[in-house]
């Protein structure tokens, strides 16, 4: 069923976006680069949140557009939620598509269906996540697109479930790794740039985050997007889904898990095997990264030998951090479509 736009204000920015998508799918090339639109109003609701039973989670996810319409799945990373998505899903759905935003473990209204199923956020059970998301949904296959955590969960997906992942676009690149590859130092620069991981891998750290969570996440998107001038509206939109009973337990597995000092679940075991080995990415794919990205990100001459299909990437222009898809919507957007026909 088609979600109906009762809010006149949201009306009016969704035929805005309509005009966008047509004349990005017109003008839009490989090689250009898109500046974000300028902000007017605040960006539209995403809602409604509907829920449903995938794997171990009950989801909480945004489900826009014709149910008929060509899938798309969008992930976001931390500390950001689906609000990163507010103005690229109108530009998809403009464009008949049908755009699924979800939660990610430990944000927003997604919970563990068990209280004795443990809080594990390694890499691989983001990934099947996703896959138990289509299941659910009776999606067969659908573009994947995402950033940070959420970019990692899409390459996961496309790695390990080509035949369920049309294509591809991903926000820096190849995020792939193992337990074994985390444990290389790196040097001093590179070191400084994950402090938090660091923090966090100590009791001190994870104290410090629950009782400062939104201070603490306010600070990253500062420093990861240095030159995004968002506003305290903005924030608290994302911010609202930190409060979720397992947030805290989530993130700092994940990041406790990358450094080995966290165990992972056995029924994982055969799928970061597969990982470790990193595999390259076969179906078309897009690569991403803003000029102004201030978060650990990888150069993308370091992964491009990864992407074995058809592949493109864009650098984005004007000041553009870590939040992509928020930061310069008409350009992810852009990307997305494009990804899309790259597949056929």
């Known amino acids: 069923m088609r979600q109906d736009i009762a809010d006149p204000a949201r009306r009016d920015f969704v035929r805005v976006a309509a005009a966008m998508a047509a004349t990005l799918v017109a003008g839009g090339s490989a090689g250009r680069a898109f500046a974000a639109p300028v902000a007017g109003a605040n960006p539209p609701a995403l809602g409604p949140i509907r829920q449903i039973d995938a794997g171990v989670l009950n989801i909480g996810y945004v489900d826009m557009g014709p149910r008929d319409g060509a ?39 997604t919970v563990f269906r068990d209280a004795a199923t ?17 299941d659910a949904l009776g999606i067969r296959q659908a573009v994947v697109a995402g950033f940070d955590w959420g970019a990692r969960t899409a390459d996961i997906m496309a790695v390990l479930w080509p035949e369920r992942c049309k294509a591809l676009v991903s926000v820096s690149g190849y995020l792939i790794g193992s337990q074994a590859a985390n444990a290389k130092p790196l ?6 740039q994950w402090w938090y991981q660091y923090y966090f891998a100590t009791e001190r750290g994870k104290a410090g985050y629950a009782a400062n969570t939104n201070a603490f ?8 997007s240095p030159r995004w001038a968002f506003d305290d ?3 608290a939109r994302s911010a609202a889904s930190f409060v979720n009973p397992d947030h805290v337990a989530i993130v700092i597995h994940n990041y406790r898990w990358r450094l080995g000092l966290a165990e992972g679940e056995p029924q994982y075991d055969g799928l970061e095997a597969k990982l470790a080995a990193g595999p390259p990415v076969t179906i078309p794919a897009i690569t991403m990264e803003g000029d102004a990205n201030g978060a650990p990100h990888p150069d993308p001459a370091a992964y491009r030998a990864k ?3 058809v592949y493109d ?8 951090g870590h939040n992509l898809p928020h930061e310069a919507p008409a350009a992810f957007a852009q990307a997305v479509l494009d990804a899309a026909r790259m597949a056929g």
Do not use: C
């Open 118 to 134: 443990p809080r594990n956020a390694q890499q691989a059970a983001l990934g099947a996540d996703g896959i138990a998301l289509m």
């Open 307 to 309: 992407f074995a299909g």
């Open 71 to 109: 899938p798309i799945l969008l992930f976001h990373g931390w500390p950001y939620d689906i609000h990163a998505f507010a103005e690229v899903a109108p530009l998809l759905v403009a464009q008949g598509h049908r755009v699924i935003i979800p939660h990610l473990r430990g944000h927003g209204s």
């Open 313 to 320: 990437h864009r650098l984005i222009e004007g000041g553009i």
């Open 233 to 235: 509206a903005t924030f």
């Open 187 to 192: 040097p001093p620069a590179a070191e400084l």
């Open 217 to 224: 996440n306010k600070q990253i998107w500062q420093l990861a």
